[in-house]
């Protein structure tokens, strides 16, 4: 037989009050029930825990020895119940994300905000990286949630949309195409273009985009981040595409930002994880936080 903590905590009840009623009716038990679980107790003790002679009952030296014993494990048992109930409640615990940085720079930081004004006590640890990498850390397990752009494979991944970003053009103010209304990516193939490295997807869809259109780009160089890529275009570099998650960024440097054509490019922007039905509570608050922010 194995004991139980409504057992440990009869016992400790009886041993302290050294009486059956009153520990019954501390217990809010009878006390046949009560007595029951004593002896179930001592039968998987193997021996008894309380001398019955005379009215009072009496720790023997093995209840003695086991009543400290008892006490430890029901304040352990208290504690650990206590935390995992306080994760639940959302008052601790922690969150890691994993963001591509287009969303990480431009939208994510109001939405750790509320999230952190709501629930104040779990701790948010984020990982802004590319897309590729933002898969990777899922899969290792190192995030419990990814946000990013619809990757083309999902290796045990689940992928849920929540918006379209369409791609923008990006130009100097005083750079010729800054005063047209929309462009076209044949227009773009006229100037240096500043692209994202080789091996990532927005370089991949920017590429595929030259193609339809029937033009090959001027490519000047290659950049590993959007924001580096902003700061060459705003130094005239060249033009350039980004994702339209990027205009608030864009704008700060003061770029002229055109809509796109012909073709249109666009992705869907979502939440990644690796299972749904497990995700801890501060994650589940998140990605409840992040549906009703971006379905608005």
Not at 203 to 218: K, L
Not at 227 to 249: E, F, H, K
């Amino acid at each position: 037989m194995t004991a139980t903590i409504k057992q440990l905590r009869a016992f400790v009840a009886v041993a302290r009050a050294r009486s059956l009623a009153r520990a019954s009716a501390e217990l809010h038990v009878s006390q046949p029930a009560l007595s029951i679980a004593i002896r179930n107790l001592e039968a998987s003790a193997g021996g008894p825990l309380f001398s019955r002679e005379g009215r009072q009952l009496s720790l023997t030296p093995e209840g003695t020895d086991f009543l400290q014993r008892a006490e430890q494990l029901l304040r352990s048992w208290d504690q650990s119940l206590d935390a995992v109930q306080q994760r639940f409640r959302l008052q601790r615990g922690q969150l890691t994300l994993a963001v591509i940085p287009a969303f990480a720079l431009n939208r994510l930081p109001p939405l750790v905000a509320a999230f952190h004004r709501q629930h104040p006590k779990i701790d948010i640890v984020l990982e802004d990286v590319v897309m590729e990498r933002v898969v990777q850390t899922l899969v290792e397990g190192r995030a419990e949630l990814g946000i990013s752009f619809r990757p083309d494979q999902l290796p045990g991944l689940e992928f849920m949309p929540y918006a379209r970003d369409r791609f923008v053009a990006v130009t100097p103010e005083d750079h010729p195409l800054a005063g047209r209304q929309s462009l076209r990516w044949a227009d773009l193939a006229a100037s240096p273009f500043i692209a994202m490295n080789r091996g990532s997807a927005i370089r991949r869809w920017t590429d595929q985009a030259f193609a339809r259109a029937g033009r090959e780009a001027r490519f000047l160089c290659e950049a590993n981040q959007l924001s580096t890529i902003g700061q060459m275009v705003r130094a005239g570099l060249g033009v350039s595409v980004v994702p339209s998650l990027c205009q608030p960024q864009m704008r700060g440097y003061g770029l002229a930002i055109k809509t796109l054509t012909a073709p249109v490019v666009s992705q869907e922007v979502g939440a990644l994880v690796r299972n749904r039905e497990a995700l801890s509570s501060p994650a589940r608050a998140f990605l409840k936080l992040l549906s009703a922010q971006l379905l608005s």
